[in-house]
């Protein structure tokens, strides 16, 4: 009896030690998915990111409104039909869409954008006489401006395009792997944008939100 405890025992050991290094197995290959990912997002961030001076510069060109401030203004209201300033009552007044189309003259988004995936519904409301409501002429408004924007960045030599969680991907199935691409479409061959789904390109997948409005968390605080 004894001798069939002790062999119990000594299985019951072996299956945890088998399971102890599956699991350290696990977490480093975690961890070399992770620093490999931070590397490629650094690298791209070097490349295509716009810093903190840069995305100010972009700022004050809206804020003073100069030419190149209004060509971006009229371009999108005639190329996207996007006048995010018109309705006084939408929260999507305070988005930094011009600012936004000002860098991607360059080819370049904010570094903010390239550490994370973009809340890009998150002012997407209105005050109403009721409360604030969402508002689906806001979300329209929003995804046109994405769809433009994604392709005055491409056009200006970004290399990737903006792309969208399938909706059979959970939220928290992190899109880390070399098969994201089988989880996520891009946002050109969707016909309408999801609510409440994130937006990402390829090199920022899986990283800290950030939204319209706060395109340098340093530079602008958010609501």
């Given at each position: 009896?004894?001798?069939i405890?002790?062999?119990?025992?000594?299985i019951?050991?072996?299956?945890?030690?088998?399971?102890?290094?599956?699991?350290?197995?696990?977490?480093?290959?975690?961890?070399?998915?992770?620093?490999?990912?931070?590397?490629?997002?650094?690298?791209?961030?070097?490349?295509y990111?716009?810093?903190?001076?840069?995305?100010?510069a972009?700022?004050?060109?809206?804020?003073?409104?100069?030419p190149?401030?209004?060509?971006?203004?009229?371009?999108?209201?005639?190329?996207?039909?996007?006048d995010?300033?018109?309705?006084?009552n939408?929260?999507?007044?305070?988005?930094?869409l011009?600012?936004?189309?000002?860098?991607?003259?360059?080819?370049?988004?904010?570094?903010?954008?390239?550490?994370?995936?973009?809340?890009?519904?998150?002012?997407?409301?209105?005050q109403k006489?009721?409360?604030?409501?969402?508002?689906?002429?806001?979300?329209?408004?929003?995804?046109?401006f994405?769809?433009?924007?994604?392709?005055?960045?491409?056009?200006?030599?970004?290399?990737?395009r903006?792309?969208?969680?399938?909706?059979d991907?959970?939220e928290?199935?992190?899109?880390?792997g070399d098969?994201?691409?089988?989880?996520?479409?891009?946002i050109?061959?969707?016909?309408?944008?999801?609510?409440w789904?994130?937006?990402?390109?390829?090199?920022?997948?899986?990283?800290?939100?950030?939204?319209?409005?706060?395109?340098?968390?340093?530079?602008?605080?958010?609501?």
């Open positions: 009896m004894t001798a405890i002790l062999f119990a025992f000594a019951l050991y072996i299956i945890a030690c088998i399971e102890d290094i599956r699991r350290q197995s696990h977490d480093a290959a975690v961890r070399r998915q992770y620093d490999k990912r931070e590397k490629e997002r650094d690298a791209f961030m070097e490349m990111g716009a810093d903190d001076d840069a995305v100010a972009a700022l004050e060109e809206d804020t003073l409104r100069t190149l401030a209004e060509t971006i203004r009229e371009r999108l209201k005639k190329e996207a039909n996007v995010h300033t018109a309705n006084m939408c929260f999507i007044r305070s988005c930094n011009i600012p936004l189309g000002i860098l991607a003259q360059s080819g370049k988004v904010p570094s903010d954008f390239i550490r994370g995936e973009i809340r890009w519904d998150r002012y997407c409301l209105e006489p009721g409360g604030i409501v969402c508002s689906p002429e806001a979300r329209a408004m929003i995804e046109r994405l769809r433009w924007y994604d392709d005055e960045l491409v056009a200006n030599g970004f290399p990737e903006l792309m969208q969680r399938n909706p991907v959970s928290s199935v992190y899109l880390t098969d994201y691409r089988t989880k996520a479409t891009e050109r061959d969707l016909d309408k944008l999801r609510v789904t994130k937006v990402f390109w390829p090199s920022s997948r899986d990283g800290i939100s950030c939204d319209l409005k706060c395109i340098c968390s340093r530079l602008i605080k958010p609501v």
